[in-house]
């Protein structure tokens, strides 16, 4: 495959957004990641970069299963989830971007 393969996994994460002086603090507190602004809009434009590099250090380190699992998560089957996520002011998606270089063989059944 001479093409290389762009994909993305998306999390949609709750935040929270605080007035702390003359700055506006939004975090992600199920990942312990924050991040501030001038206004809302910029608070939460840097969280979800803070959030992206988060993801891509874990990822990068080999740690994000760990992390992951020391935050809580847990994988649950498609099936439970009753609806899908609604998006609104309390929900933000980060999107970790990723370029396939080797396509992954098929298995062997068995």
């Known amino acids: 495959m001479s093409k290389k393969l762009k994909v993305k996994l998306t999390f949609t994460l709750p935040y929270k957004i605080t007035k702390r002086k003359k700055w506006i603090l939004a975090s992600c507190p199920i990942l312990d990641v924050y991040s501030q602004g001038e206004n809302e809009s910029d608070a939460k434009k840097n969280l979800g970069e803070a959030l992206s590099l988060f993801f891509i250090s874990c990822i990068e380190r080999g740690t994000i299963n760990d992390v992951m699992k020391e935050c809580g998560f847990v994988p649950v089957?498609?099936?439970?989830?009753?609806?899908?996520?609604?998006?609104?002011?309390?929900?933000?998606?980060?999107?970790?971007?990723?370029?396939?270089?080797?396509?992954?063989?098929?298995?062997?059944?068995?």
């Open 77 to 110: 089957p498609p099936s439970s989830i009753k609806k899908p996520f609604e998006k609104d002011k309390n929900f933000i998606d980060v999107s970790i971007p990723f370029k396939v270089l080797n396509q992954c063989q098929p298995r062997a059944a068995g």
